[in-house]
């Protein structure tokens, strides 16, 4: 015995497999250019992400500001000292990447803003979750 | 194996590259699709409105878009769901959905799948009746679409419901179609 089959999974079936030619031939028909529509797509796509972007920095500049320990950079307000000293003492204990504990090694001079641009990259990649 | 228990979420990185490699065809498709939901919620929101919200909340985490599906489905998919959650917000909304699908001399009652919870049957039944009327006075499309709800796959359509006249089919079929996508551009 067939089930009934979902008529939204058949509308959207449908409009997915249209030819361009018979997609666009709609859009005309309706008054609507199917350039435009694709230009509204990315204004979209591209505002999304950027309120997304700002929505985090200003979340983060929050917690900063706050002193709370849920930043996205909480690395940097968990350990004592600049965020260089702290990536220094990553690298002596062997828990950063190799490409920083090289850079180190080397003598290479980081900045202190690089040094809290990469301690916020290695929180996203996780590197500070086992940290006590 | 059950392929949806092997899905797994794509990464923000894969759906941001993922929409932004889509052709102007594919995110056209979408456009329409996200309009689907928001006109059958009756949502006073555009489908680029729509388009941010699930971009929003796929970033920050809150939905997910599987990586077994066609993108264009999973967004289809998610941004009916993020209407949906929109338009069962209002206090006593359920209360009225029920009382639509409890109309048993509602012809489109019969063909929605009662096993689904009340807001989507309520999604569904919306959607049935704009296309049960799109087809009203068409015969030939008025079969399709009942075929088609009722599980027919597409060598039984052309076997069963058009007795092997391919041509009739084909015709049938694209002016499903192009009807469906004119009714669902309308305002």
Wanted: include cysteine.
């Amino acid at each position: 015995m067939k089930g009934l089959s979902k008529i939204e999974d058949i509308v959207f079936a449908e409009i997915i497999n249209m030819s361009e030619s018979d997609l666009n031939s709609a859009l005309l028909e309706a008054g609507l250019s199917p350039d435009e529509q694709t230009r509204n797509f990315d204004a979209a796509l591209a505002e999304a992400s950027l309120t997304f972007r700002k929505a985090r920095l200003s979340k983060e500049q929050l917690q900063i500001s706050k002193g709370t320990q849920e930043s996205t950079t909480s690395s940097v307000l968990r350990f004592a000292g600049s965020a260089l000293e702290q990536l220094k003492t990553l690298a002596k204990k062997g828990n950063a990447p190799e490409g920083i504990t090289l850079a180190f090694r080397e003598g290479k001079s980081i900045s202190e803003e690089e040094a809290k641009q990469i301690i916020d990259d290695l929180s996203e990649l996780g590197y500070f979750d086992n940290e006590k | 194996m059950d392929a949806r228990t092997d899905a797994k979420p794509l990464t923000k990185d894969e759906f941001l590259d993922g929409m932004k490699s889509l052709s102007s065809h594919e995110k056209n498709k979408i456009m329409l699709l996200l309009k689907v939901s928001t006109d059958m919620y009756k949502l006073p929101m555009t489908s680029e409105e729509l388009l941010q919200e699930i971009v929003c909340k796929v970033l920050e985490g809150n939905r997910h878009i599987p990586n077994n599906i066609p993108l264009i489905l999973a967004i289809a998919k998610v941004g009916k769901s993020i209407a949906h959650g929109y338009s069962v917000s209002t206090a006593g909304k359920l209360t009225a959905s029920q009382v639509i699908i409890n109309d048993t001399e509602d012809e489109t009652v019969q063909l929605i799948d009662s096993s689904q919870n009340v807001e989507d049957q309520v999604f569904e039944q919306q959607l049935l009746k704009r296309v049960v009327n799109m087809c009203k006075g068409d015969e030939d499309l008025c079969k399709l679409v009942l075929a088609k709800i009722e599980g027919f796959s597409a060598t039984e359509l052309r076997s069963k419901v058009f007795n092997g006249d391919d041509r009739l089919y084909e015709r049938t079929r694209k002016r499903f179609q192009r009807k469906l996508t004119t009714e669902m551009l309308k305002d």
